[in-house]
């Protein structure tokens, strides 16, 4: 399920909505849309930071994911 929020300010104010919104997802407190956004403990954890920045428009990504199912190892033939 996708939840999405916006917030539209200058640049002091988009400062301070990250600094709350950061402060929020660690303490277990951030809603997007009403769901929890909860980011597991145990798991490993992707960051990823996107920018682009053209004449028309300038873009600046975070991204933090993690998968739940964990992948099989691959058994290795040992042949001698």
Request: glycine letters at 4%; charged letters at 40%; a negative charge.
């Amino acid at each position: 399920m996708r939840y999405r929020e916006k917030f539209e300010g200058n640049r002091e104010e988009i400062y301070e909505q990250l600094k709350e919104t950061v402060t929020n997802l660690f303490k277990g407190n951030l809603r997007v849309e009403e769901a929890s956004v909860r980011i597991p403990k145990d798991k490993l954890l992707e960051y990823k930071v996107k920018y682009e920045d053209t004449p028309a428009e300038g873009q600046l990504s975070i991204k933090i994911t993690w998968t739940y199912i964990e992948e099989p190892e691959e058994e290795v033939d040992e042949e001698f």
